[in-house]
């Protein structure tokens, strides 16, 4: 007669992966995207008056008489990833067609609260067409979200090289990176000269005191700067605006990551984002025209700076990073606007793309300064965190001998 076993040790179930917990990236993103849509639906934020109708006086509305098929279609796309990206931000605990459904209703509800604000606005005329494009695309986000929502971020390449290229605290980061190219597409008086917020500030003033402030003036007296204190400037804009984005990518990867390949890819897609939109924007012919002796030097200048600091440690690619936008912050809000640029402005028809020159200024405008908050968070925190949640992993999964 045999003695019964010995009762093993109970088993144990691995921890969940970064997957089943959910996409940071996504959230992150999505909140990124509904800042985007705010600014675009109520772009330019003046004139706010009350017009004695109901803000859902849309709703009861006829169809405009006069619409285009690019209108339903930009209504469409413009929606379509708030969709996808509100399935992915409720992924895994929502999923399926209750995700759809839930998505679905989010949409309606932020189509609906952008038409009915802007009712206040003298400038923006609320539509039911518009309303319901919107609604429809963010539907078929939605769907698209729910069909792809386990190889978008389970089974993803994308999200295996994301592990193996970047820090575990770098899913903000990733969403600011995607942002830098999308900021080129407003036109900069100066290349990568983001951030320019004192003219916008002086035009408010004035409006509302009801005469002519120039803070750029008043920080700066004196006379007219020449050309070649404007080629300075620029210089030194791009040259820093430039070094502060790449390392702001810099100091999130890990050992292994190919850095030549990724500040590559990064200017790369800016300049190709900023040659499309002068194109689209301007005429064809211009579509170089951001290629100015200034920018030239300070692009050259930053790359050399990158070829110094793209294999240096982290903490103080992080540093220099805070340093570089915010000297370039301090110069572009202390000089005059660019005047030759104020001339290539008059060539410029927003015409039907005006909601989309409203989110490209909000990211033009703002980029630097969510780019210094994320950095001076502290970051040493959460990769001491993941260290010890990394170390425990393959002690809860080892099998007993």
């Given amino acids: 007669m045999t003695a019964p076993d010995a009762p093993g040790p109970a088993p144990t179930t691995a921890p969940p992966t970064a997957a089943a917990r959910g996409s940071p990236v996504s959230r992150a993103a999505l909140l990124a995207y509904m800042l985007l849509i705010v600014y675009a639906s109520w772009f330019p934020f003046s004139g706010w008056r009350g017009s004695g109708l109901s803000p859902f006086i849309f709703l009861t509305l006829s169809m405009p008489q006069y619409w285009t098929g690019f209108d339903v279609m930009v209504n469409i796309i413009g929606y379509i990833p708030l969709g996808t990206l509100l399935v992915l931000a409720m992924y895994p605990r929502v999923r399926g067609v209750w995700a759809v459904l839930a998505a679905a209703m989010l949409g309606v509800l932020v189509s609906g609260a952008m038409e009915a604000v802007q009712t206040y606005l003298p400038s923006r005329v609320p539509s039911s067409l518009d309303f319901i494009t919107n609604a429809a695309g963010a539907l078929v986000g939605a769907i698209i979200g729910a069909l792809g929502a386990r190889s978008f971020l389970d089974q993803s390449r994308l999200y295996k090289l994301r592990q193996r290229w970047?820090?575990?605290?770098?899913?903000?980061?990733?969403?600011?990176?995607?942002?830098?190219?999308?900021?080129q597409v407003y036109p900069l008086g100066y290349m990568f000269g983001h951030g320019q917020l004192l003219p916008i500030f002086s035009e408010w003033l004035s409006a509302w005191l009801d005469t002519d402030i120039d803070l750029v003036t008043m920080l700066r007296p004196g006379a007219a700067m020449s050309v070649e204190q404007y080629w300075l400037s620029e210089t030194i804009i791009t040259?820093?605006?430039?070094?502060?984005?790449?390392?702001?990518?810099?100091?999130?990867?890990?050992?292994?990551?190919?850095?030549?390949?990724?500040?590559?890819?990064?200017?790369?897609?800016a300049l190709l984002t900023k040659t499309l939109a002068s194109s689209l924007l301007f005429k064809p012919d211009n579509a170089?025209?951001?290629?100015?002796?200034?920018?030239?030097?300070?692009?050259?200048?930053g790359l050399i700076m990158l070829a110094g600091l793209a294999f240096a440690p982290e903490k103080a690619q992080r540093r220099l990073a805070v340093v570089t936008l915010v000297l370039s912050l301090l110069v572009v809000n202390t000089i005059p606007v660019n005047p030759y640029f104020s001339a290539t402005l008059q060539g410029w028809v927003q015409g039907k793309f005006l909601n989309f020159n409203g989110a490209a200024q909000f990211l033009s405008l703002l980029w630097p300064f969510f780019a210094i908050w994320f950095l001076l968070l502290p970051s040493h925190k959460l990769n001491r965190r993941e260290e010890r949640v990394s170390l425990r992993q393959p002690t809860q999964n080892r099998e007993p001998p």
């Fill in 239 to 269: 040259a820093c605006g430039m070094t502060g984005a790449v390392l702001t990518m810099l100091c999130l990867l890990r050992r292994g990551a190919p850095r030549l390949f990724l500040i590559g890819a990064m200017l790369g897609a």
């Fill in 166 to 183: 970047f820090a575990a605290h770098a899913s903000q980061g990733l969403v600011l990176l995607a942002l830098w190219p999308l900021a």
């Fill in 288 to 301: 170089l025209a951001w290629i100015t002796p200034g920018a030239q030097g300070g692009f050259l200048i």
